[in-house]
DNA sequence: CAGTATCCGTTCTGATACTG
DNA sequence: CAGTATCAGAACGGATACTG
């Protein structure tokens, strides 16, 4: 029973369901990076080495990766400099700025909660 | 690699980064249906039946999982009537219930992103 | 510098069938 | 009612080598 495959809309081919508008936040926001990238670039426009440097553990395979879907779903902007050796800075949008609250959010009860499990 | 720490509180083996407290949280609310689960708790409590009602494409094997997890992580209580049929009820924790104002921006955040990029 | 391409193991998720 | 058990496919994520 195949029922919530469609959405393939040419451009990207990840799926959403579209039963409430938090399901469809959490698909764009999922993994364990990009919320991650976002907070990094809530202190300004950061090149791919930047953020590289700034995230410890992320391959850029993976920076790549999310950077663009990031990108696609206009939670970023990237700006490409048409310079040798190349330059591209990445940015929140709009969108994306709005979701900083919930990154601090997020951080905030992260740390208390560990502490309140006394695991950290 | 280092410090990826065996959260060894006896009966599960999730690992965790200790990177920062976000990548922490991320990791506790990460999935397509803990978040939407904690947001249908934030009414108050509910049986399993209840909540696979609510909660519309979940199975009841990823219920069950998601629900165990949560448990674990301190999240949710999970109490057990001793009663033919078995009754058991959900409920959020302090830590859980702190959650919940991420939920709602989260959601809202989701409403005014699928208005702006016009996809639902 | 900022990526791509390829390979491959791990984790997640769904379908289905069964149970105390 | 509230789960378990099992299987299989999809998605995720890492390692490594290569490039405009």
């Given amino acids: ?14 799926k959403f369901l579209t039963t409430c508008d938090m399901t469809y ?12 990238i976002l907070t990094h670039l809530s202190k300004g426009k950061l090149r791919f080495g930047e953020l590289n440097k700034k995230i410890p553990h992320i391959t850029e395979r993976m920076l790549t990766l999310q950077l663009k879907e990031m ?15 190349p330059k591209v800075e990445y940015e929140l949008t709009v969108l994306g700025t709005e979701l900083i609250p919930v990154c601090l959010q997020l951080s905030d ?3 208390k909660h560990r502490a309140a499990t006394s695991i950290g």
Same sequence: chains 1, 2.
């Fill in 25 to 36: 936040a959490i698909q764009l926001i999922g993994g364990r990076w990009k919320l991650l």
């Fill in 109 to 111: 009860w992260g740390t």
């Fill in 1 to 14: 029973m195949e029922r919530i495959k469609e959405n393939s809309t040419n451009n990207h081919n990840r």
């Fill in 71 to 85: 990108a696609e779903d206009n939670l970023i902007t990237r700006k490409v400099y048409a310079e040798v050796p």
